[in-house]
DNA sequence: GCCGTTTTCGGCCCGACTGTTTTCAGTCG
């Protein structure tokens, strides 16, 4: 599976960071290794089959030494640099560097000084007045290690991109009394649209900063107030996201936020630049500061074009804008409809009428209604009896409507084994068939890809959702060979879905981006089973722009009559 | 540890904030 030794080896690579931290090695030697574990991380090729190639040296940050340690991984499983590195240091010991405000140098100290070897033992030593013995360590450092203690104890919360936009919404909403404000901008991850934050940046300017502090301070469901200065605020609200606002000079909003946005490493390497050039990328003071009342100054004024902030990974975005070639990516004007929903005739909460009527509102043009097939009992999939019901209801209804069509449809199963739950003959008839998973194998990698592969090659399957079958933080994606899928999915002119409900993105940006570069059509749906998700399209535009797709590669971009020849292509291709 | 049309050695992003200090180290982003 795609990633599977990808993921490993840059859990490894991270851990081996941190041991270096902890031992007090060269930061750079540090960073090597940060890098290494976060370029594995984005790597959208199998890091085994590069190795079979002996195209390690080939990527950007591994030099020979991490190469090694990489074939090492790959042949036994363990890196043995890693063992001779750590030699008795107790993983509980290197645990204590996750808590906030307990850095590198401070872990280490306790432990050789006071031979603390976890974090129970830390919070113990701090009760006991130990800790002030230490040099550089008094009252207040204790007490902020308590609380760091105590948050990181409470679990690092990290919230998925959908409620963090539901928040980001109610914030913005919340903060529209204060006159003073002139612009007000999410900053940070959120504006990256990353499938997770860990915080929220909040980048306003206003006349009267403190007025704007003040108000946010009081912003209802806060647990907690972090600090509040004179520009910079940080509060923490339930489930212990701390959400942060800072206040600029109108002259530098531009340079504030691109630097607020990130990533980290994305400035690193502009700064890099910058310093080549003799100028400083930066928000604070400096001789030859590049200030920028818009975004685009500094990009400008380092040579390159304006990056959208869903690219800024430092995954060559920068070549690309430094070559002008930045593509365009995929907005929501550009979509025409949505392909994935869920009605009455299953398990939607809403009748096709209303999810006509609401998504028209939406400016689309088409929807695909896409209720389940019988097998799934569960979501009272329609018998085949009941799906030519529902083909006749929405052939009436799309006799009312002008400008908007609804498409028949449905998300076939894919049985055990492989085969479709419909015969042949049903799915003919239907306009734009979805064939998923639902039930699969944690473990068998090779029947899960066999199935998929069954439905990719059947000539009316139009996309395959939700492929991996991961749902955030509940269930790990189902084994299956990514790359052999993609393969086929080009070869047969079978899209592939970029599932927008919150819970799944899935594909996710690393795995569209792939899709893309091998050259899949790729389908957009929200999955909707109640109205109010039909804007969890966000979600899915997201994605795609993270994985820099242009629009015209995104299927919900085409007019009907291209959709319709989609699907004809292949089934020309297909049958003979 | 990585990298190189300034270098195979000597650099590697940088400033704010906090707490403990009295000139600075550690942490964070």
Redesign the pocket.
């Given at each position: 599976m795609l990633g599977m030794k990808n993921k490993e080896i840059s859990i490894f690579m991270d851990r081996m960071g941190d041991l270096l931290e902890f031992k007090g090695e060269?930061v750079?030697?540090v960073?090597?290794?940060r890098?290494?574990s976060r370029i594995l991380d984005q790597l959208t090729e199998d890091i085994e089959k590069m190795e079979a190639e002996g195209r390690l040296?080939q990527?950007?940050?591994?030099?020979?030494?991490?190469?090694k340690?990489i074939r090492d991984y790959l042949a036994t499983g363990t890196i043995e640099?890693y063992i001779t590195e750590k030699k008795d240091i107790p993983d509980s010991a290197l645990e204590m560097?996750s808590?906030?405000?307990?850095?590198?140098?401070?872990?280490s100290?306790v432990y050789k000084e006071l031979g603390l070897k976890n974090i129970d033992e830390l919070e113990k030593a701090i009760q006991e007045g130990k800790l002030?013995e230490l040099?550089?360590?008094?009252?207040?450092?204790?007490?902020?290690i308590l609380r760091?203690i105590q948050l990181y104890r409470e679990g690092s919360s990290r919230m998925l991109l959908g409620p963090a936009f539901l928040l980001v919404d109610e914030i913005l909403e919340y903060m529209k009394p204060v006159k003073a404000i002139q612009r007000i901008e999410p900053a940070?991850s959120f504006r990256r649209r990353k499938e997770s934050v860990?915080?929220i940046?909040i980048l306003v300017t206003a006349k009267d900063p403190r007025a704007v502090i003040q108000h946010f301070v009081k912003y209802p469901g806060i647990i907690d107030v972090l600090?509040a200065?004179d520009?910079?605020s940080s509060i923490r609200i339930k489930g212990n996201l701390?959400v942060d606002l800072r206040v600029v000079e109108e002259d530098s909003y531009g340079a504030a936020l691109q630097y607020?946005t990130?990533s980290?490493e994305h400035?690193?390497?502009l700064?890099?630049i910058?310093?080549?050039k003799g100028l400083?990328v930066?928000?604070?003071?400096?001789d030859k500061k590049i200030a920028g009342k818009e975004e685009s100054d500094v990009y400008e004024s380092l040579g390159m074009n304006w990056i959208p902030p869903e690219l800024r990974e430092d995954i060559g975005e920068i070549k690309l804008a430094q070559e002008g070639r930045i593509p365009p990516l995929l907005e929501f004007k550009d979509l025409k409809g949505d392909l994935h929903c869920h009605s009455t005739w299953s398990d939607g909460k809403h009748p096709i009428e209303e999810l006509a009527e609401y998504t028209q509102k939406m400016g689309y043009e088409y929807l695909a209604i896409t209720d389940h097939s019988g097998s799934l009992k569960v979501a009272s999939g329609l018998s085949s009896g009941d799906l030519h019901e529902q083909i006749k209801e929405i052939k009436s209804l799309n006799r009312k409507y002008q400008g908007f069509t609804l498409l028949t449809g449905n998300e076939v199963d894919i049985l055990s084994d492989g085969s479709m739950d419909y015969p042949d003959e049903i799915l003919k008839e239907l306009d734009f068939v979805i064939a998923s998973l639902h039930i699969a194998s944690k473990k068998d990698e090779k029947g899960n890809t066999e199935r998929i592969l069954a439905a990719i090659h059947n000539p009316y399957v139009t996309t395959i959702g939700h492929l991996t079958g991961r749902m955030i933080g509940e269930r790990d994606p189902y084994p299956m060979d990514i790359e052999a899928i993609f393969k086929a999915a080009a070869e047969t002119g079978t899209a592939l879905e970029i599932n927008s409900s919150y819970q799944r993105m899935d594909l996710k940006d690393v795995h569209a981006r792939k899709a893309y570069e091998m050259g899949v059509i790729l389908s957009m749906g929200t999955d909707t089973h109640s109205i109010d998700t039909f804007r969890d399209v966000r979600l899915g535009i997201s994605i795609a722009r993270r994985a820099g797709i242009p629009p015209e590669k995104i299927l919900n971009t085409w007019p009907l009559e291209k959709i319709h020849q989609f699907k004809l292509n292949k089934m020309k291709k297909l049958i003979r």
């Open positions: 060269n750079f030697r960073n090597a290794y890098k290494a040296r990527i950007q940050g591994i030099g020979e030494g991490i190469a340690d640099r560097m808590i906030p405000g307990v850095g590198p140098k401070s872990a100290l002030r040099s550089g360590f008094g009252p207040k450092k204790e007490e902020n760091g940070g860990g915080d940046d600090g200065g520009t910079k701390q607020f990130g980290k400035n690193v390497k700064r890099e910058a310093r080549q400083k930066g928000v604070y003071e400096g």
